[in-house]
């Protein structure tokens, strides 16, 4: 492990004094205070070995020619992690209650501090979202890097990708008004084409035969406790499979190859 | 971790021949091999003791019995033969406006009426659920037609689609009468020649193989002999 992780940069490491800094070897009450944070982060990394595992996951190589497209997975991660905060503080208002649903609603847009903006935060966050999910897909299979040794990766990502869409699926419901119950109203129904295993599909989505007391609670539980969770599990596993591989440099840039190699081939 | 058998040479079959101290003769099975496999039986167990009721939690629904309704909608003079009278019906009781329905109603027509005629059927009552993908359809008295707004599906007076989407005609009601009073029971749905089936979603046909890639719910069933 201790050869696997690479050194820290330049910046991070500790510079040796200046001579004419404290030449006298006395410690300034700065010194004391370094001294003490350095000690509480030896304490913990001394117990847990964290730095290391930061170190691989963060202070990577990267190829030449790595770009802003590059960034298109981080920004989806904080899109998600944008939808789970203001969807955090959305559940402190929200009445998941067929009867109640829409006033609570009514009442984060009309009446609560900044509700309008946090929820708007997450109703224009979700459809961000998929954009950049599908933006990332797209840069993925451009530039080639879903091949090997990567497929597994794209795998995951296919699957975060079907999850995020079962994510705006199960929130348009929960706002409750016209619009939302007829669309999955609809939605229903398509999922309940599919043969053999739709009808039973929809029974278990809306609680029952028809739209029901239990169906927008059912939506709610899948979208805030089940799908974030499965989704956050993913994105982990989909992080540890990108520091471990490393990410792969753009199709249009020339692998370095040695004059040797190059002799050998001709 | 598999390896194959042809490099690892094959080990002893009892405990003994491989000299582990306090083997009894003819053991197969060492203690620590068996102690693994409790703990991971006791961890398997006690994942199923409480994964199993959450998922049985979950589906219960579908598997729940539901008891048929009737409601009744107006006296037998309320509804003529020869066009529809829009009644609301609480399909789903206890959330609201979300569980009722509009319902259209009207005498049964010899001279119009092509469904089979029992005792369920001295009144037609026709639901407005699309049965392309189960948006509201509206009857337009204009050109007797039944028309949803959603994707162009209609359907003719008797509810069976002449143009659009829907893949079958519309779904009905039962009827009855009950001391001058017009009760209107459970759903069911009908395919082309308005034979009836136990009701489907929307976009489920019901010709030819249809019923058969999409099953009727076990504890939904249209009434029995009908």
């Known amino acids: 492990m201790a050869k696997l992780t690479p050194p820290l940069p330049g910046a991070l490491r500790p510079k040796p004094k200046r001579p004419s800094e404290n030449g006298n070897g006395a410690t300034t009450p700065k010194d004391k205070l370094a001294e003490v944070g350095v000690s509480a982060v030896d304490w913990v990394d001394e117990r847990t070995s964290l730095s290391a595992g930061a170190r691989w996951l963060m202070f990577r190589k990267v190829p030449k020619g790595t770009n802003w497209f590059y960034t298109l997975g981080s920004a989806t991660m904080f899109a998600f992690l944008s939808q789970a905060v203001t969807g955090v503080f959305l559940a402190m208002y929200y009445d998941p209650s067929a009867t109640r649903a829409y006033e609570s609603v009514r009442h984060i847009t009309n009446e609560v501090f900044l509700g309008e903006f946090v929820r708007g935060m997450h109703k224009w966050g979700s459809t961000v979202m998929v954009i950049l999910v599908f933006l990332h897909m797209a840069r993925t299979f451009f530039f080639g890097a879903y091949k090997y040794p990567r497929e597994l990766n794209w795998i995951i990502g296919v699957v975060l990708l079907l999850l995020t869409l079962f994510m705006s699926f199960t929130g348009y419901l929960l706002p409750f008004d016209q619009r939302s119950f007829w669309a999955t109203t609809v939605a229903l129904a398509i999922n309940g084409t599919g043969p053999l295993i739709g009808p039973y599909l929809n029974d278990f989505l809306r609680a029952g035969p028809e739209f029901g007391v239990t169906t927008l609670t059912r939506f709610y539980a899948l979208h805030m406790l089940v799908l974030p969770g499965i989704i956050a599990a993913l994105i982990g596993a989909h992080l540890y499979l990108v520091a471990r591989l490393g990410t792969t440099a753009p199709p249009w840039m020339k692998a370095d190859i040695s004059p040797e190699l190059r002799r050998d081939e001709a | ?226």
Not at chain 2, 194 to 202: E, H, M, V
Not at chain 2, 206 to 219: C, E, K, S, V
């Open chain 2, 1 to 226: 971790m598999p390896v194959s058998a042809d490099r690892t040479p094959k080990k002893p079959v009892t405990t003994v021949d491989r000299s582990i101290p306090g083997a009894f003769e003819g053991e197969t099975v060492t203690r620590r091999r068996f102690m693994t496999g409790t703990v991971h039986t006791a961890g398997a167990i006690a994942m199923a003791a409480f994964t199993l009721p959450a998922i049985g939690f979950a589906m219960g629904p579908v598997f729940e019995k539901r008891e048929e309704r009737w409601e009744a909608v107006g006296p037998i003079g309320d509804f003529p033969d020869d066009k529809y009278i829009p009644r609301t019906l609480t399909v789903e009781p206890g959330i609201g406006d979300v569980g009722k329905s509009t319902v259209y109603l009207r005498k049964y027509n010899p001279k119009l009426d092509s469904e089979a005629q029992d005792e369920y059927s001295a009144f037609v009552a026709i639901s407005t659920r699309c049965m392309h993908l189960g948006c509201p359809v509206r009857f337009v008295e204009a050109s007797a037609r039944f028309i949803c707004p959603c994707h162009g599906g209609v359907y003719d007076f008797e509810g069976k689609r002449t143009g659009g989407p829907p893949v079958r005609p519309l779904d009905r009601f039962y009827t009855r009468v009950r001391n001058g009073l017009v009760e209107v029971g459970p759903r069911y749905s009908v395919n082309s020649e308005l034979k009836r089936f136990s009701p489907r979603d929307p976009g489920q046909p019901l010709d030819g193989i249809g019923p058969y890639l999409y099953p009727a719910r076990p504890t939904t069933r249209k009434i029995p002999g009908t």
